[in-house]
């Protein structure tokens, strides 16, 4: 039990852990099959988390409070190894990179920026916009930055909403909003980086849904209705 809500949550990628967080700021890691404490990451981060995220080696996880900046924990040592301060507004959604050595983060003013976290500098900065950045995730080979919009009101999507799809080293959008209106609070990659997957409010409707595109014409394959609840966080496996 954690004690208070938990407000993220990600498995390690050999499933065999599960780390989470919430309003105490605490990180935990639980083992799936017995459910043990395996580390506890306390203090320094004393605000609400907005988002945790686990490096693809499973020794780095990064942490992002509603108030404070960015931290990078060294899991064997239960340690900050790197800490990343905001720049005027408070970061809301990070990613990693598959290979580990890039962060991404959005923040409250729609701004993205990428940091190689191995090489300690900030790499390139993005400008989405102001509407609502929610949902982030880099693509399998590291040259596609998905990122989704979506503010809600009164559990439907408000105006801005959508799906931004941008060349993370070209620094240009190669999707805007085409066609996709929803509230996109979530995305996932698949491994192979041929499909995507979106959590979020349909536009029309209000509906809480999961739709899967296509990354090379950005059609929409298939999507999930969901009975109960609004999709915060999607993973691939």
């Keep these: 039990e954690y004690g208070t809500a938990v407000r993220s949550a990600i498995f390690t990628h050999d499933s065999a852990l599960v780390a ?79 290979d580990g050595r890039r962060l991404a983060a959005g923040d409250s003013a729609g701004v993205v920026r990428v940091w190689d976290v191995t090489a300690g500098f900030h790499r390139t900065t993005i400008a989405s916009s102001v509407v609502g950045l929610r949902g982030m995730a880099l693509s399998p080979d590291s040259c596609l930055l998905a990122i989704g919009q979506g503010s809600v009101t009164n559990s439907s999507p408000a105006d801005g909403s959508g799906l931004q799809v941008w060349d993370v080293a070209e620094e240009h959008p190669k999707l805007i909003f085409a066609g996709i209106d929803d509230a996109v609070l979530c995305i996932s990659f698949a491994p192979d980086g041929k499909s995507m997957a979106l959590g979020g409010l349909d536009a029309q409707s209000g509906e809480s849904l999961i739709r899967v595109l296509d990354t090379e014409t950005f059609q929409v394959q298939s999507q999930i209705s ?11 496996l």
């Design 20 to 98: 989470y967080s919430g309003d105490s700021g605490d990180i935990k890691c639980e083992m799936v099959k017995s459910q043990q404490p395996w580390v506890s990451l306390q203090g320094r981060q004393n605000s609400t988390t907005q988002a945790i995220r686990i490096a693809p080696d499973d020794q780095t996880v990064a942490s992002v409070g509603s108030a404070g900046p960015i931290y990078l924990w060294d899991v064997p040592t239960r340690s900050i190894s790197h800490t990343i301060k905001p720049e005027g507004s408070d970061f809301w959604s990070l990613a990693f990179s598959p």
């Design 226 to 236: 969901l009975d109960h609840g609004i999709p915060v966080q999607i993973e691939t």
